[in-house]
């Protein structure tokens, strides 16, 4: 389930994982319903507000590689945790009316040697009629909106310190982020990412996919979203919540998107089997 970007076409795209989806706001952790855009998720009327810039600039350099590194634990983390994902996008008339629905529910396990392995266990026909699920929206549900930047994948990227917010109870660096250049067939993120000032990891994420795709008479657009992360286990900040509630400019005319994904019940992954070891055996008395 990677990233949801939307094409006019009319064959819908069938990922083998994505989930059921309630539209109101879910129960987010502290952070989520004070400092979204617009009380919840940003529209294409609303963006998030310019973070305080007052404060003196500390050693960006420095941050930038504590929390590279620091996503890099986290990218190795979540491989060991299973979850259910769920999924839901709606096509919306101007007046919020809802027009079709894609939904899929599945349950995610990570292998320790990172083979992914996707069960649904939810998913009634889609009713789209407008757009469709793409192969690059599977792509980015899945390495995008839940977007990680790895020391790894610093040098791909342009990162500049708009300064430091307070989010709910947490104090946070603010970057701004875009690809340096767009390699062909790669995808990345732009953007704001919010960073935890105590345990150096990203908390919060606002942008969206890049690029949209315009050729051979095909249109592939992608919204912006917002995910939010929460700390799983006393250590590790996980996504529980993406939404998306944007409108996309086709040549054939506008389509508004409602897009809500949930991130539930993180577990450790860890081994049912267990080999133990007996008392040593004595070797039998010897023939005569």
Same mark, same amino acid.
Do not use: C, H
């Given at each position: 389930?990677?990233?949801?970007?939307?094409?006019?076409?009319? $064959?819908? #795209?069938?990922?083998?994982?994505?989930?059921?989806?309630?539209?109101? +706001?879910?129960?987010?952790?502290?952070?989520?319903?004070?400092?979204?855009?617009?009380? &919840?998720?940003?529209?294409?009327? %609303?963006?998030?507000?310019?973070?305080?810039?007052?404060?003196?600039?500390?050693?960006? +350099?420095?941050?930038?590689?504590? /929390? &590279?590194?620091?996503?890099?634990?986290?990218?190795?983390?979540?491989?060991?945790?299973?979850?259910? %994902?769920?999924?839901? !996008?709606?096509?919306?008339?101007?007046?919020?009316? @809802?027009?079709?629905?894609?939904? @899929?529910?599945?349950?995610?396990?990570?292998?320790?040697?990172?083979?992914?392995?996707?069960?649904? &266990?939810?998913?009634?026909?889609?009713?789209?009629?407008?757009?469709?699920?793409?192969?690059?929206?599977?792509?980015?549900?899945?390495?995008?909106?839940? #977007?990680?930047?790895?020391?790894?994948?610093?040098?791909?990227? $342009?990162? +500049?310190?708009?300064?430091?917010?307070? !989010?709910?109870?947490?104090?946070?660096?603010?970057?701004?982020?875009?690809?340096?250049?767009?390699?062909?067939?790669?995808?990345?993120?732009?953007?704001? @990412?919010?960073?935890?000032?105590?345990?150096? %990891?990203? !908390?919060?994420?606002?942008?969206? &996919?890049?690029?949209?795709?315009?050729?051979?008479? %095909?249109?592939?657009?992608?919204?912006?979203?917002?995910?939010?992360?929460?700390?799983?286990?006393?250590?590790?900040?996980?996504?529980?919540?993406?939404?998306?509630?944007?409108?996309?400019?086709?040549?054939?005319?506008?389509?508004?998107?409602?897009?809500? !994904?949930?991130?539930?019940?993180?577990?450790? /992954?860890?081994?049912?089997?267990?080999?133990?070891?007996?008392?040593?055996?004595?070797?039998?008395?010897?023939?005569?």
């Amino acid at each position: 389930m990677p990233g949801v970007s939307w094409t006019r076409a009319r $064959n819908l #795209f069938l990922a083998g994982s994505m989930a059921v989806l309630v539209l109101e +706001q879910p129960r987010l952790w502290a952070v989520a319903a004070q400092d979204s855009p617009g009380g &919840a998720v940003a529209s294409d009327a %609303q963006t998030p507000s310019p973070p305080a810039v007052n404060a003196p600039a500390p050693d960006t +350099q420095e941050i930038i590689r504590r /929390f &590279a590194a620091k996503e890099e634990e986290f990218r190795k983390a979540r491989d060991n945790y299973t979850y259910r %994902q769920i999924i839901k !996008v709606q096509e919306l008339s101007p007046e919020g009316d @809802v027009g079709g629905t894609y939904e @899929v529910d599945s349950d995610i396990i990570f292998t320790p040697q990172g083979q992914r392995i996707e069960k649904v &266990a939810y998913a009634p026909v889609p009713t789209l009629r407008k757009i469709s699920v793409s192969p690059e929206d599977e792509r980015d549900l899945r390495s995008i909106q839940p #977007f990680v930047l790895t020391t790894d994948d610093l040098p791909k990227y $342009n990162i +500049q310190y708009q300064g430091r917010k307070k !989010v709910d109870e947490l104090s946070t660096y603010v970057f701004k982020v875009g690809p340096k250049k767009l390699e062909k067939g790669e995808r990345y993120f732009e953007g704001l @990412v919010w960073v935890d000032d105590r345990d150096f %990891q990203i !908390v919060k994420t606002y942008g969206k &996919a890049v690029p949209d795709i315009r050729k051979n008479g %095909q249109e592939n657009l992608f919204p912006r979203f917002e995910t939010y992360r929460e700390q799983i286990d006393g250590k590790y900040w996980f996504p529980t919540w993406t939404g998306a509630d944007d409108t996309l400019y086709f040549s054939t005319g506008s389509q508004r998107i409602r897009m809500i !994904v949930r991130y539930e019940n993180y577990k450790q /992954f860890r081994s049912t089997i267990k080999v133990t070891y007996g008392d040593e055996v004595s070797a039998p008395p010897s023939k005569p």
